[in-house]
């Protein structure tokens, strides 16, 4: 990142994709469980029950699908359709 003469801050393509990865948490500290990844994002979507699952194990330490599919059978997760084919699952709780 440089500072121009006005004072803003300019971010290369570089720093833009670094900064994406870190705040989607596809970088540095994973989350410990399925359950720490939803109360971050609050609510995930995808076409299906698969891309859920794939997108919630990217950010967790250790994922397994044993885990992810235990916190949807507990209730940590909830899966809801919302009249269209796309498939949404969110936090039962947040922070």
């Given amino acids: 990142m440089t500072d121009d003469h006005a004072g803003k801050i300019a971010m290369s393509s570089l720093d ?3 900064q994406r990865l870190h705040s989607q948490h596809l970088r540095g500290a994973p989350f410990a469980g399925p359950e720490e990844v939803m109360q ?3 609510a995930v979507q995808a076409q299906e029950y698969p891309g859920a699952t794939w997108g919630i194990a ?7 699908q044993a885990a992810i599919d235990r916190a949807y059978a507990e209730g940590a997760i909830l899966r809801t359709h919302s009249g269209s084919l796309t498939y ?8």
């Fill in 16 to 18: 833009i994709v670094q």
């Fill in 40 to 42: 971050w994002f609050g």
């Fill in 58 to 64: 990217q950010r967790m330490h250790g994922p397994t």
């Fill in 88 to 95: 949404r699952a969110s936090a039962a709780r947040l922070r």
